[in-house]
């Protein structure tokens, strides 16, 4: 993308928890390799620039995280009032999955409007997103708010490609969940590819190794080559979705305060 807009791109931490690398990857006794602890932190990712607010994701509410056993470190109206966002100054939110911990709380944004995969939302509307190997990673008040908004208008479904706003683009890229998008930013350090769980850690593309929770498997491995194919065409900055790296590959907003933000681009 080449655009007179960029943006500053922050990646914000909102919760994290401590688990196994077992419970991390598919499959995880076929490497031959001990199993070990593995920090996922949570976060969501705010665009700013040209007049313009964005959101990328809004992560789950504090009660959420305790029934789950996450642990929340600031929630979204700390974070966004921290960073001087008001939520009514919030124009569009992109919600690149539907799981818990990406798509909760959009009620808390009254002005956004929503732009979701058509894939992704038809798919947890519909009868399999509701069986349980597949609705364990989603909360069904959240599945309810997006349909009724949705059903008020509020709500862009998307397919493929889609330009949010001037030098923001959004890719489907499957996968994960059946309508997984990560999200190409002009950022005003460079380009940016905010990969979402299209990309967990980056040992998944490192070593090329799934994320035990999946849709597609096929459709993961795609995901990892075009995360990989995007973000070689552009020369950006890839972001993963959960990894505690990114908190040190990228600068710091709050010096004092290290593990609360980064600024991506």
Do not use: K, N
């Amino acid at each position: 993308m080449s655009y007179e807009v960029s943006y500053e791109v922050l990646a914000v931490r909102y919760a994290t928890r401590e688990a196994r690398a077992s419970e991390m990857y598919a499959l995880h006794p076929m490497y031959g390799e001990p199993d070990r602890g593995v920090r996922m932190d949570y976060y969501f990712w705010l665009v700013r620039g040209g007049g313009r607010t964005i959101m990328v994701d809004t992560g789950f509410a504090p009660e959420v995280g305790d029934r789950r056993g996450r642990v929340t470190l600031c929630a979204l109206p700390d974070a966004l009032a921290r960073l001087g966002v008001a939520a009514e100054d919030v124009d569009t939110v992109v919600v690149t999955h539907a799981h818990y911990d990406h798509a909760g709380q959009v009620g808390l944004l009254p002005r956004a409007e929503i732009v979701i995969s058509d894939r992704e939302l038809t798919f947890w509307t519909g009868r399999y997103g509701r069986r349980p190997q597949f609705a364990h990673a989603t909360e069904p008040a959240d599945i309810d708010a997006l349909r009724r908004l949705d059903a008020e208008g509020r709500v862009t479904r998307i397919r493929d490609r889609h330009p949010v706003a001037p030098g923001v683009e959004l890719a489907e890229v499957g996968g994960h969940t059946p309508g997984q998008l990560v999200v190409l930013v002009d950022g005003e350090d460079g380009p940016v590819l905010l990969a979402s769980d299209a990309v967990h850690y980056y040992e998944e593309l490192d070593l090329d190794r799934p994320f035990a929770v999946f849709a597609d498997l096929t459709g993961m491995y795609r995901g990892f080559d075009t995360v990989r194919e995007l973000a070689a065409g552009s020369g950006g900055a890839v972001v993963a979705g959960h990894d505690p790296a990114v908190l040190t590959r990228f600068t710091s907003w709050d010096a004092g305060d290290p593990g609360f933000a980064v600024r991506v681009g």
